[in-house]
T-cell receptor, first 108, second 114 residues
Framework: AQRVTQPEKLLSVFKGAPVELKCNYS??????LFWYVQYSRQRLQLLLR??SRESIKGFTADLNKGETSFHLKKPFAQEEDSAMYYC??????????FGSGTKLNVKP | DTEVTQTPKHLVMGMTNKKSLKCEQH?????MYWYKQKAKKPPELMFV???????INESVPSRFSPECPNSSLLNLHLHALQPEDSALYLC?????????????FGPGTRLTVL
């Protein structure tokens, strides 16, 4: 069963525009949710996690249990934000489920 | 040291070869993972080790054989692979306890099977 869904394969925005990368999940327990980012030719790295409720590089994500969503948002996109973004869910058994990823392209 | 290292970076092997991928971390993490990532696809979980014991095998073919000789090292032994096994193999580590299960990823080994 697909646990994490990212409906957009590619998202293109202009620099300075707001951006929202969508993530929906299905899980019966209390999920731990993460956003990972993979810049060109770099390793996969954690961007943020729902439990810490922090803002990293201007990105925020709020867990909405009613809508089972964990969308990633940034009010003003920068060119250096161009990368592949993966939403991920950690279940109670240390298994990570990754969404299919969204490629963000920020145009100048 | 907050990095996961993987060797080799690239590996080309024939279908009859035996090779091994290596992964190392010194963050005191007691959970380690192998993932397979095909181009433009998300990582797919293969194996999970928890406290040096195999806890999850995602129905991976036996031509892939993981090994966790100690809490810092994770190996993936390869034998009689197929061309479709060509992919980026990622190692990751994390703490075992809940609440702070961020996974740290290595740079990967790019494997090509001829």
């Amino acid at each position: 069963a697909q646990r994490v869904t990212q409906p957009e394969k590619l998202l293109s925005v202009f620099k300075g525009a707001p951006v929202e990368l969508k993530c929906n999940y299905s899980y019966s327990g209390s999920p731990e949710l993460f956003w990972y980012v993979q810049y060109s030719r770099q390793r996969l790295q954690l961007l943020l996690r729902h439990i810490s409720r922090e803002s990293i590089k201007g990105f925020t994500a709020d867990l909405n249990k009613g809508e089972t969503s964990f969308h990633l948002k940034k009010p003003f996109a920068q060119e250096e934000d161009s990368a592949m973004y993966y939403c991920a869910l950690n279940d109670d058994f240390n298994k990570f489920y990754f969404g299919s990823g969204t490629k963000l392209n920020v145009k100048p | 040291d907050t990095e996961v290292t993987q060797t080799p970076k690239h590996l080309v092997m024939g279908m009859t070869n035996k090779k091994s991928l290596k992964c190392e971390q010194h963050m005191g993490h007691r959970a380690m993972y192998w993932y397979k990532q095909k181009a433009k696809k998300p990582p797919e979980l293969m194996f999970v080790y928890s406290y040096e014991k195999l806890s999850i095998n995602e129905s991976v073919p036996s031509r892939f054989s993981p090994e966790c000789p100690n809490s810092s090292l994770l190996n993936l032994h390869l034998h009689a692979l197929q061309p479709e096994d060509s992919a980026l193999y990622l190692c990751a580590s994390s703490q075992v306890s809940s609440s702070y299960n961020e996974q740290f990823f290595g740079p990967g080994t790019r494997l090509t099977v001829l």
